[in-house]
């Protein structure tokens, strides 16, 4: 039996994902100790938080470019309101609805006036990064409460909390994708929007929503990145949109919408973390690891289009076997 060619892509990303695991523990020092793997789960958290909505917003043919600068601003604020006097109780939901409020205004700008998501989301890049620096400026608030710095690090032997939590939200995320009508909707406007929307879909409230979520989701990373480094700075995060967008299209999603599962990319967000650590313990330069990232990214997006291509130019074998 033939395996479906998201099926096949997951099955090569597993294959994968043992072979440097594998690789690493032999020949790498230091690697299958339970503190690094405890960290190395620790590590890749912030990613697989942003990963999970960025998967239904790729799977709906956009893209959100702006979560690692949604994520810096609001630690900005966490900082700024803690240096306030603010309970941080209190600043928490507030952390999440500015999350919100960015996701809101990409959907606003990408479903109302009809602007490409990737020059929308570009432009709130450099916009949220921008803004965070005007609230907080270069300081770094580290007076945390301990209390909430512990539990960011804190394990259950080498399964970190943390882990735990990514994996209710990715439960949740993969029931809506792959096991209700909202995903079907999904899948529907990715494959093809003009289509969906005669379908019935309502694809400017759909995406808009999935933006407001990406944003939030965007904030909830922040408040684990900030606790789990006690420390609150407007440069938070910067760079991990690529990680994310790495690890989404390495686990299988279509760039151009329509195909995905949110296991491939959760077994991408592994594998990536993976290579990360695997380097770092091998004293290999950061350039040489951006290098490592850049290049899976191409590849993820290479790899499966090749497929396609060599798919449509192979004769099923009742063409092949007809007469001219």
């Known amino acids: 039996m033939r395996l479906e060619p998201a ?22 020092d230091g690697f299958a100790n339970a503190s690094n793997v405890s960290f190395l789960l620790l590590d890749t958290t912030e990613i697989a938080l942003m ?30 309101l803690w240096n306030a006097g603010l309970p941080i109780e209190l600043i928490m939901p507030i952390c999440l609805l500015v999350g919100a409020a960015c996701g809101a205004v990409n959907g606003f700008l990408v479903t109302r006036l009809g602007l490409p998501s990737l020059a929308v989301t570009i432009g709130t890049l450099a916009l949220f990064r921008g803004l965070a620096y005007v609230i907080l400026g270069d300081q770094a608030v580290a007076d945390l409460p301990p209390a909430y710095t512990g539990l960011a690090t804190a394990s259950i032997g080498p399964l970190p909390l943390t882990t735990v939590l990514v994996a209710v939200l990715a439960a949740v995320a ?24 005669f379908a019935g879909v309502r694809v400017k409230r759909i995406k ?47 760039i151009f919408g329509g195909r995905g599962t949110l296991a491939g990319v959760l077994m991408a967000v592994l ?51 007809s007469a001219p």
Request: net charge neutral; aromatic share 6%.
């Open 271 to 321: 594998l990536l973390g993976v290579v990360r650590n695997a380097l770092i313990l091998a004293d290999v330069a950061n350039e040489v690891l951006n290098f490592v990232t850049g290049l899976l990214l191409v590849a993820s997006v290479l790899a499966p289009n090749l497929g396609a291509v060599r798919r449509r130019r192979t004769p099923s074998p009742v063409e092949g076997n």
């Open 7 to 28: 099926r096949r892509w997951e099955s090569l990303i597993l294959v994968l994902l043992v072979g440097v695991c594998v690789w690493a523990s032999l020949g790498v």
């Open 174 to 197: 993969a029931v809506v994708l792959h096991a209700t009508g909202v995903g079907r909707a999904i899948f529907a406007l990715g494959s093809n929007e003009e289509a969906a929307f």
């Open 208 to 254: 808009f929503w999935l933006f407001v979520a990406c944003g939030v989701m965007a904030a909830l990373a922040s408040l684990v990145y900030t606790f789990r480094y006690a420390s609150a700075r407007a440069d938070n995060g910067t760079g991990l949109e690529l990680a994310v967008v790495a690890a989404v299209l390495l686990g299988g999603v279509s």
């Open 51 to 80: 990963a999970l909505t960025m998967t239904l917003i790729v799977v709906a043919a956009e893209i959100d470019l702006s979560v690692a600068s949604t994520l810096g601003l609001s630690c900005a604020v966490l900082g700024r």
